[in-house]
């Protein structure tokens, strides 16, 4: 179903879009050398960062993406992801901002070279079985922004989209309130839109893996000033995307597909009934109207934390929720293009819900359908 709160029809929200298959093409921008050893901004081998960046014809307007990928949860963990692999010369932009009007905007991909959702803080490097470590993403990110804004058109920016999957969907949720911070005073539209980072594996539980980490790391600096106060005993729980979003002042559209991920936090018979009945990567057994039935109270449970959120009713607030199960559904331009919620491409309702900002919008929400039954479980057509 299709909700509710901000109450567009489908067809206005559908958006005639021009062809999206222009030139894509970003380049790889390195950050100075000397520059990174001063400011102490080096990626976790302590190599020197780089982003990727593609000029777009509204200078103003802008499209970050924080790449997905691992995150470290303690020194050793951190220490087996070495050596990182060197950036290459080009890639291309993602859907999300090769769509409708995005596509116009200047992109940038923020690669997570740092593995800890940009948030390390540490001035020296961690000795670790003769490796060392250096805990540096959220300087590596403010250095970005700053070359930004001394060599593009960053400094004069008046409209900032920052979004991610997967890990880069997570790092939206925690970074949303410290990237608004550190905007030009130029900006007057900022949001973000994190895509199926809606998890952390283990849930809260989980998290204590990296409680020693976010302390040795300096992680705090970053997280959401309101998160940081509320949870004073336990900050490393703001790493969690449902505790940063609840405390998160930004404008955030959450957006996610019921994929691989949920198992991490539920039982084994949901994983189960998941990979019988709905999973595009997986089979174990015969579907039947038990299994949807259960696979169906795992989502009304999900929702129900959502709607239990206080920013679900905000204005400036919204997401869209969809029973696709492709994790990378953000990767792939055919994919993004379609998967739908009661009609509404997820691309036209990011993007309506972007361009109402600065209007005091109701929150805009677009909630998934009912699961059918054994036969066919299934409920959104666009998911196939």
Known sequence: MAIALVAPSANG?????TDSKRESTMNLVMLDENDCKSRGSHCLDGSTPGYYYKQGTEEDKWVFWFQGGGLCT???????????NDPQGTMDSLPLQNYGEFANYNH????????????GDRSEPVSYNGKMLYFQGKRVLDHIFDALQTNASFGSA???????????GQASYVLADYVK?????????FGAVPINGWYVEGGLDGLGEIKDLFTTANMRNAISPACDTAMAEE????IDPATSYRYSTAN????????????WNSTTEVTSAYNSCLSDEYSAGQCDDDSVNLLQGYLDNFTQILQAMPKYTEHGQGGFVSTCTVHVFYNEEDLFGKYSTDGVKVGDAIEQWW????????????????LGNAQHAQCESTCG
């Open 74 to 84: 303690d020194e050793a963990d951190c220490a087996d992801m070495l050596p990182l």
């Open 108 to 119: 940038v991909y923020v690669t997570s070279c740092d593995r800890g959702l940009w948030l």
């Open 181 to 189: 911070s550190i905007m030009p005073s130029s900006v007057h539209r």
């Open 355 to 370: 361009t109402s900002l600065g209007t005091n919008p109701p929150a805009a929400w677009y909630m998934p359908c009912t």
């Open 158 to 168: 008046t409209e900032v989209l920052m979004s991610g999957g997967s890990g880069g």
């Open 235 to 238: 900050r490393y729980k703001c």
């Open 252 to 263: 955030i559209f959450a957006t996610q597909v019921f994929d691989y991920t949920f198992q």
């Open 13 to 17: 929200l559908q958006m005639h879009h």
